[in-house]
């Protein structure tokens, strides 16, 4: 069984080390509970002490409105696919943005605190397991106990584990082929978008230079797949131009510095991705816009010779860009 655990704040959603690791942690090394669950995916929601940023007021009330709905557990049988939410209270929305910048550390305190509040949930997801489900919940239980106080609070030693963890999961991939290796739903995406995309490469979720890969492409595929199920009919700019300015980006003057130049690049490119793999098309003007910023982006690393991934992140931009000039128009 795969172990995803992502956290959400008011005005972010997406992978953290310290809280990957504890799902990575239980992953390895687990025995077999039953083919009814191959992938158990934790989202941890965190309350936000202080004001919302400019022009986010309305996301930070409707996130704190909806922790009072949480916990909540969905159990798709048919995926096999366990959905947990809950809002984690052992830190908050302001101390994980204060450790975002890289290099991330691990916080030990919060990889055990992760595993604590998964096991204060376990109840929510006994009470969706049916008699018919083959999974053992009893020996699930027990096993995420004795994880937990074997859990090593050492840095040194989860990073040795990381590196362990890496390589049993490289070792997986080997076992499957390009496309086996996402693992992806294709029921959450448009019938057409593995014709319209079809390099695996560029469906990668953390593939640093893959559209969606990145912290900015991966948001922008998550709130634009939200945005899109009420707005379908509705022109993809309008979203990015309103997404810029929640991120405080002039769309008519996105190079004013490095922080945006870089956010939009990669905003602007994730979306004509994200238009494609929803909707089955992008439209010629944000197709027009991905390009050039890839152009753009492409022009400003030229000269970065002792960039160790400087030739991997060209080949893919420019995969990228063959790829968004063949995309069906609107």
Same mark, same amino acid.
């Given at each position: 069984?795969?172990? #995803?655990?992502?956290?959400?704040?008011?005005?972010?959603?997406? @992978?953290?080390?310290?809280?990957?690791?504890?799902?990575?942690?239980?992953e390895y090394?687990? /025995? +077999?509970?039953?083919?009814?669950?191959?992938?158990?995916?934790?989202?941890?929601?965190?309350?936000?002490? @202080?004001?919302?940023?400019?022009?986010?007021?309305?996301?930070?009330?409707? =996130?704190?409105?909806?922790?009072?709905? &949480?916990?909540?557990?969905?159990?798709?049988?048919?995926?096999?696919?366990?959905?947990?939410?809950?809002?984690?209270?052992?830190?908050?929305?302001?101390?994980?943005?204060?450790?975002?910048?890289?290099?991330?550390?691990?916080?030990?305190?919060? %990889?055990?605190?992760?595993?604590?509040? &998964?096991?204060?949930?376990?109840?929510? #997801?006994?009470?969706?397991?049916?008699?018919?489900?083959? =999974?053992?919940? %009893?020996? =699930?239980?027990?096993?995420?106990?004795?994880?937990?106080?074997? &859990? /090593?609070?050492?840095?040194? +030693?989860?990073?040795?584990?990381?590196?362990?963890?890496?390589?049993?999961?490289?070792?997986?991939?080997?076992?499957?082929?390009?496309?086996?290796?996402?693992?992806?739903?294709?029921?959450? !995406?448009?019938?057409?978008?593995?014709?319209?995309? /079809?390099i695996p490469?560029?469906?990668?979720?953390?593939?640093?230079?893959? /559209?969606?890969?990145?912290?900015? @492409?991966?948001?922008?595929?998550?709130?634009?797949?939200?945005?899109?199920?009420?707005?379908?009919?509705?022109?993809?700019? =309008?979203? &990015?131009?309103?997404?810029?300015?929640?991120?405080? #980006?002039?769309?008519?003057?996105?190079?004013?510095?490095?922080?945006?130049?870089?956010?939009?690049?990669?905003c602007v490119?994730?979306?004509?991705?994200?238009?494609?793999?929803?909707?089955?098309?992008?439209?010629?003007?944000?197709?027009?816009?991905? %390009?050039?910023?890839?152009?753009? !982006?492409?022009?400003?690393?030229?000269?970065?010779? @002792?960039?160790? !991934?400087?030739?991997?992140?060209?080949?893919?931009?420019?995969?990228?860009?063959?790829? #968004?000039?063949?995309?069906?128009?609107?």
């Amino acid at each position: 069984m795969e172990i #995803i655990i992502f956290h959400r704040l008011y005005n972010t959603y997406g @992978g953290h080390r310290s809280f990957t690791l504890a799902g990575e942690y239980l992953e390895y090394g687990m /025995p +077999e509970f039953g083919d009814a669950v191959d992938e158990l995916e934790i989202t941890l929601h965190f309350f936000q002490d @202080g004001p919302a940023k400019k022009t986010l007021e309305q996301s930070h009330e409707d =996130f704190h409105n909806n922790l009072e709905c &949480l916990p909540k557990c969905t159990f798709y049988r048919k995926k096999r696919r366990l959905a947990l939410d809950f809002e984690a209270k052992f830190t908050t929305g302001y101390e994980i943005q204060k450790y975002k910048k890289p290099p991330i550390e691990i916080i030990p305190d919060w %990889v055990r605190s992760t595993l604590d509040e &998964l096991i204060g949930q376990l109840p929510l #997801i006994k009470s969706k397991i049916k008699k018919n489900d083959n =999974f053992d919940f %009893v020996s =699930f239980e027990k096993y995420v106990s004795q994880k937990r106080n074997e &859990l /090593p609070m050492d840095v040194a +030693e989860l990073e040795k584990f990381e590196e362990l963890f890496e390589e049993y999961r490289k070792q997986e991939a080997e076992k499957l082929d390009d496309w086996e290796r996402l693992r992806i739903d294709w029921e959450d !995406y448009h019938p057409k978008a593995k014709e319209i995309i /079809p390099i695996p490469s560029l469906w990668s979720c953390t593939d640093e230079f893959s /559209p969606n890969g990145n912290d900015t @492409g991966a948001d922008t595929l998550e709130i634009f797949r939200k945005w899109n199920k009420r707005n379908s009919n509705n022109d993809a700019l =309008f979203f &990015l131009t309103q997404l810029l300015k929640d991120w405080e #980006i002039d769309i008519d003057a996105p190079y004013e510095s490095e922080y945006s130049s870089y956010t939009y690049f990669q905003c602007v490119t994730g979306l004509a991705f994200a238009s494609a793999k929803l909707r089955g098309n992008c439209e010629q003007d944000l197709k027009d816009k991905a %390009v050039s910023a890839i152009n753009e !982006y492409l022009a400003s690393i030229e000269n970065a010779d @002792g960039w160790e !991934y400087k030739d991997e992140c060209k080949e893919k931009l420019n995969l990228s860009k063959e790829a #968004i000039e063949k995309m069906p128009n609107k």
